[in-house]
Nanobody, 125 residues
């Protein structure tokens, strides 16, 4: 079983950047795709992006963050990252990382079995 812990959230102004981390423990995540999701108050969980088992294999993003957010991973450190540039107020949410059941990323949350507790990101205008 794997445990996931997100960090790096906070309160920033619009246009700023944040770099979230997701540290895994318990076993290696190197064979699995990893995803980031977010949930804003009063809304359902939304797919943000995913990285396959290795960054070089590929990443995939939602249209709402494409071009602004970048997902990467360091399998040696058992850690996944979400670099968020050009933050907007609508990016305000709790951000979760999750491990998918397969090595290639998907936007379907039902394919992810392990989730972190989330980290709050608040973007002010």
């Amino acid at each position: 079983q794997v445990q996931l812990v997100e960090s790096g959230g906070g309160l920033v102004q619009a246009g700023a950047s944040l770099n979230l981390s997701c540290a895994a423990s318990g076993r290696s995540i190197e064979n699995y795709a990893m995803g980031w999701f977010r949930q804003a108050p009063g809304r359902g969980r939304e797919f943000v992006g995913t990285v396959s088992w290795h960054s070089a294999v590929g990443t995939y993003y939602s249209d709402s963050v494409k071009g602004r957010f970048t997902i990467s991973r360091d399998n040696a450190k058992n850690t996944v990252y979400l670099l968020m540039n050009g933050l907007k107020t609508e990016d305000t949410a709790v951000y979760f990382c999750a491990e998918e059941n397969f090595p290639y990323g998907s936007g379907q949350s039902t394919l992810y079995s392990y989730w972190g507790q989330g980290t709050q990101v608040t973007v002010s205008s």
